[in-house]
């Protein structure tokens, strides 16, 4: 014996209707909370390369914090995603190690910064750094620029090969480190 469908056409029309009405309910409601969130707090970066290493690893997925730069400024230590200078099309991940109008001088791999606080200067802690590093340089920053470099520091390309990042290219610090799953953390590679 067969089973009869109840729902007359125009019942089952208005079924339809309210599913799809109630769909795109949902739908501008998503997009409302989701694209504002995607758009000016928080985006999603794959690292590639192993400018960063051991700090991140290629693959690794992050969660970018956008808004903290729009609200604030960057501090030394953080590890930023920003569109690299000559080519905006691409975005680079690395460590900002001099902060707007400062001096900073590397010797044989030694970090010195000037600035007007320390005007003969501070040796900065560079704990995270595994290789040595033979760079010597001098390089100063503008007022609204940062001098960044890779933890990775022999296989870098950062502010020693192309110059300071105007901060107008920084999109956001490292908030999130979501993949792989045995390493999840909060603002990974931050310094205590």
């Excluded at 799809?20 to 000016?40: D, G, T």
């Excluded at 960063?52 to 914090?65: A, Q, S, W």
């Excluded at 900002?96 to 791999?109: A, K, S």
């Excluded at 995270?128 to 010597?136: N, Q």
Aim: aromatic share 12%.
């Amino acid at each position: 014996m067969e089973e009869k469908n109840n729902l007359k056409p125009d019942s089952l029309l208005k079924k339809i209707k309210d599913n799809v009405i109630e769909f795109l309910k949902f739908a501008f409601i998503a997009v409302v909370i989701v694209l504002p969130i995607r758009m000016f707090i928080a985006q999603p970066f794959i690292v590639s390369g192993l400018s960063m290493f051991p700090t991140f690893n290629d693959g690794e997925y992050l969660i970018i914090d956008e808004l903290s730069y729009n609200l604030g400024t960057a501090h030394r230590n953080d590890v930023v995603v920003f569109h690299y200078p000559n080519d905006k099309k691409k975005y680079f991940i690395k460590r900002i190690i001099g902060l707007p109008n400062e001096t900073i001088v590397i010797n044989n791999g030694e970090i010195t910064i000037k600035n007007a606080q320390f005007p003969d200067g501070f040796k900065l802690e560079q704990d995270y750094i595994k290789e040595k590093f033979s760079t010597t340089g001098t390089y100063t920053t503008g007022p609204d620029d940062y001098f960044v470099m890779g933890d990775n520091r022999n296989f870098s390309s950062d502010s020693r090969a192309w110059g300071t990042l105007p901060k107008k290219l920084l999109v956001g610090r490292a908030f999130l480190r979501l993949l792989p799953l045995d390493h999840i953390s909060y603002l990974p590679g931050k310094i205590n």
